[in-house]
């Protein structure tokens, strides 16, 4: 049975930080590019940072420098360290799960955390 649980969401001043974390389990996590994604309401929902299976990370414009994505495979756990966060970044937080290119395996989505960042 597949799960992909977020947590550490919450409502935090703006300038504040908060630390989201993703726990997996059910599928193979370390050949897995892991991603977080983000929906405010009446938007669409947009990749905030994506880390690869070998590490290598990249972020939205608007978070580069303020956020930063980490895994530990030991602990088949995907992590978004949010720094200076701001109203904009209002948003439910959704853990991604990308499955390998060219590969039978399914893409696996949380069900997501709220952040709220007020002014």
């Known amino acids: 049975q597949v799960q992909v649980v977020e947590s550490g969401g919450g409502t935090v001043q703006a300038g504040g930080s908060l630390r989201l974390s993703c726990v997996a389990s059910?599928?193979?996590?370390?050949?897995?590019?892991m991603g977080w994604y983000r929906q405010a309401p009446g938007k669409q929902r947009d990749l905030v940072a994506r880390?690869?299976?070998?590490?290598?990370?990249n972020y939205q414009d608007s978070v580069k420098g303020r956020f930063t994505i980490s895994r530990d495979n030991a602990k088949n756990t995907v992590y978004l360290q949010m720094n200076s966060l701001k109203p904009e970044d209002t948003a439910v937080y959704y853990c991604?799960?990308?499955?390998?290119?060219?590969?039978?395996?399914?893409?696996?989505w949380g069900q997501g955390t709220q952040v709220t960042v007020s002014s």
């Open positions: 991604f799960a990308e499955r390998p290119r060219d590969s039978l395996y399914s893409d696996y």
């Open positions: 059910g599928f193979v996590f370390s050949i897995y590019a």
């Open positions: 880390i690869s299976r070998d590490g290598i990370t």
